[in-house]
């Protein structure tokens, strides 16, 4: 039985009349669905983002400890007039930079093998093996790498049977990089954060080698273009709006994340360390503020100019 013949007259009519109206009033319908995750969007997360702008122009009194509610530049001038702060603030940027550019390098081949040479079988293998890891707890990923690359773990290990523990040594004796043993060093931090994003890199560059066509190469090869100057000339253009996609992701991921720098890592803070610090222990909530606002700039900055690139078409 029909769903009209088994509502009264009346409201099938009425069903039937609001159907129509919503058939022909289309944009209205649209609005209607999207309103309410735009109201939580508009709300919830914009409206949070404001408040948190508003926090940074406040200061806080130094003799009170209280958040003075009015408004000033006090708290960017502390941000930005301290070396220290300025530190934290160039040394998570030069991180994030390190690991996207390294990320870059590592998926364009792998990316590159998946896209032009692997078959399907290999193909879905690639896809298992990019995506399993990320089916793993975050926590467990990074306290199984602090275990490797302690002083102790498989690496220090392996270095010692290969009669290699010099150049270990070497390595964490080096200036800035080093450690005590990789597991506290920016050496070891950078090794986790690359190895945790990496998938994110690799599946928007091999997405956009997948659009590079078969023609264009093979008309290369034909004009006499050795295999390297196709890859520099016709492939690496092309496929570049995916590599900057992959690296929105890396970067700021690594710009925003502190569970690894506190995980592993040295004692030297990071963005992310230093807010969870000022919100946390210090209780300067402005500075903290203002130090959150640092990243979205940065990354405001990055999304112009990637999509000045064409990055989001390879999204």
Known sequence: ?????????????????????????????????????????????????????????????????????????????????????????????????????????????????????????????FYLGVMLPLWSSYLVRVYAWKLILAKEGIIGWAAGQAHLSWLLDGILALPVIGGPSLSVSYLGMFLVFTYIWLPYMILPVQAALERVPTSLTEASADLGARPGVTLRRVILPLAFPGIVAGSIFTFSLTLGDYIIPYIIGTSALVIGQAVYLQQGTAGNIPLAAAFSIVPIVIMAVYLTIAKRLGAFDAL
């Not at 130094?62 to 960017?76: A, C």
Request: glycine residues 8%.
């Open 1 to 125: 039985m029909s769903t009209a013949l088994a509502l009264p007259a009346g409201e099938a009519g009425l069903s039937r009349r609001l159907s129509t109206w919503l058939w022909r009033h289309g944009h209205l319908l649209t609005l209607a669905l999207l309103l309410p995750p735009l109201l939580w969007l508009g709300i919830v997360y914009l409206g949070s983002l404001l408040a948190l702008l508003a926090q940074s122009f406040f200061t806080l009194d130094e003799f009170t400890g209280q958040v003075v509610h009015e408004w000033s530049l006090g708290t960017y001038a502390q941000l930005l007039g301290q070396r220290a702060n300025l530190d934290i603030i160039l040394r998570t940027a030069a991180m994030a930079a390190a690991v996207t550019l390294a990320s870059a390098c590592i998926a364009f081949p792998i990316a590159y093998y998946a896209a032009r040479h692997a078959g399907p079988r290999m193909k879905a293998l």
